[in-house]
């Protein structure tokens, strides 16, 4: 039962342009949200995140977008460089005192940006 | 100031060995993690430990083991390695137990065979 849905496993996209990367979770319970980046051969890197009782975070050119209603998470990259091509993994977690911080990813889309 | 370091970064098995990995942590932090990460999954929790001395299972625990038996060091073990054991395995750990601060090692590439 996977709970963090990412079901683009791959979108390619032109410098300058803009990156839009989805995100779909089932659990209601989740109300803290992130999205890590990851380079081959690495550890996954914080990038972003975003609290449920807000919609939108910004952080340079990063923004995370969210929506309860449809839960719904989106990050947008503007403009989109080529050192951002990666992969993106969004994550969920809850910030109740059992969490313990654990995180429940999505699968992963791997962005390319093209020169 | 080296954050968390995995080792070994890969290894090959043979099906049915047993092998242990170490994360260590130079940054004083209560809590520890392990991931795996598979092709289409993602990564998925196996085990974690929120001090000295304690650990919980996570979401994937069959076939893992684990200890903490000092702060700064998780140690994950599979006693007898199967082929669904190949994966990416990510240490993580975090000052606060809250889902922002996490800190992840570079990985250990295990494959068995």
């Known amino acids: 039962d996977q709970q963090v849905k990412q079901n683009s496993p791959s979108l390619s996209v032109q410098e300058g342009r803009i990156s839009i990367l989805n995100c779909d979770y089932t659990?209601?319970?989740?109300?803290?949200f992130l999205w890590y980046k990851k380079y081959p051969a690495e550890g996954p890197t914080f990038l972003i995140s975003?609290?449920?009782?807000?919609d939108k975070n910004e952080d340079g050119r990063f923004t995370v977008f969210l929506n309860k209603s449809a839960k719904h998470l989106s990050l947008h990259i503007v403009p989109s460089q080529p050192g951002d091509s990666a992969v993106y993994f969004c994550?969920?977690?809850?910030?109740?005192?059992?969490?313990?911080?654990?995180?429940?990813f999505g699968q992963g889309t791997i962005l390319t940006v093209h020169p | 100031n080296a954050g968390v370091t995995q080792t070994p970064k890969f290894r090959v098995l043979k099906t049915g060995q047993s092998m242990t990995l170490l994360c260590a942590q130079d940054?004083?932090?209560?809590?520890m993690y392990w991931y795996r990460q598979d092709p289409g999954m993602g990564l998925r929790l196996i085990h974690y430990?929120?001090?000295?001395?304690?650990?919980a299972k996570g979401e994937v625990p069959d076939g893992y083991n684990v200890s903490r038996l000092k702060k700064q060091n998780f140690l994950l073990g599979l006693e007898s390695a199967a082929p669904s054991q190949t994966s990416v395995y990510f240490c993580?750990?975090?000052?606060?137990?809250?889902?922002?601060?996490?800190?992840f090692g570079s990985g250990t590439r295990l494959t068995v065979v």
């Open positions: 993580a750990s975090s000052f606060s137990g809250t889902p922002y601060g996490y800190t």
């Open positions: 659990n209601s319970m989740f109300d803290y």
């Open positions: 975003i609290s449920s009782i807000k």
């Open positions: 994550a969920a977690s809850y910030l109740g005192g059992t969490s313990y911080g654990k995180l429940t």
């Open positions: 940054m004083n932090h209560e809590y």
């Open positions: 430990s929120v001090g000295e001395g304690t650990t």
